[in-house]
């Protein structure tokens, strides 16, 4: 079973801030997602890497697929009270599943 | 609204008891999955049917047990509870049972073992 390493685990900062969130593994991976959980509901899918070095930018947030594919990062700009959840990184599939870090539980204060 | 709808949202039982969680997916999504959530532990993997079929397992308890019907709703059966079986327990669906695709989770069922 794959590891995905998540960090920060907590982190609460003010609005307007930016923030980095990292996702890592000693594995290679085909593919890595990133999905958002707010409380009471189930994770929804922010965006899906699957090219060594790939970036993609959705609104505010930058996510970034590692040139070996280990690793992912996802920064935010200008954060805002509603960017408040659980971050999440999936990767893998096939016989094992699709396996989920802990995440970072990010709270952006007013 | 994801598509995925699960029943019961809360429930309570006791230690011992027997507990069957249901899970509808997204109109022609083929693929069902169940995860185990708690503070702890995160989300884990417990098993995937893809169009009735075992696809693939994580760490499922023996006590645990999950089918897909020909309607591809899924149940999720949970057996001899013990405290430490108290969880969210989401169900999600995708169009395929590729590596890449897109889960739809439901809102999850809340277990309370006591």
């Known amino acids: 079973t794959q590891l995905l390493e998540q960090s920060p685990q907590f982190l609460s900062i003010q609005e307007g801030e930016n923030l980095t969130v990292y996702c890592n593994s000693s594995s290679v991976f085909s593919s890595l997602q990133w999905y958002r959980q707010e409380p009471g509901e189930g994770p929804v899918l922010l965006v899906t890497v699957v090219t060594g070095g790939e970036v993609k930018k959705l609104k505010r947030l930058t996510f970034q697929f590692g040139d070996a594919r280990k690793d992912s990062s996802l920064h935010i700009t200008a954060a805002q009270t509603g960017d408040t959840g659980l971050y999440l990184c999936a990767a893998g599939g096939g016989a094992d599943g699709l396996t989920f870090g802990k995440g970072t539980h990010l709270i952006i204060q007013p | 609204d994801s598509g995925v709808t699960q029943t019961p949202k809360h429930l309570i039982t006791a230690t011992g008891q027997r507990v069957t969680l249901r899970c509808s997916p997204r109109s022609g999504d083929l693929s069902v999955y169940w995860y185990q959530q708690s503070l702890d532990q995160g989300l884990q993997f417990l098993i995937q049917y893809y169009n009735g079929e075992e696809r693939a397992k994580g760490n499922i308890l023996e006590r645990f047990s999950a089918q897909q019907f020909p309607d591809l709703h899924s149940e999720l059966n949970l057996s001899s509870l013990e405290l430490g079986d108290s969880a969210l327990y989401f169900c999600?669906?995708?169009?395929?049972?590729?590596?890449?695709?897109?889960?739809?989770f439901g809102e999850g069922s809340r277990l309370t073992v006591l």
């Open positions: 999600a669906s995708s169009r395929s049972g590729g590596r890449t695709g897109e889960l739809f």
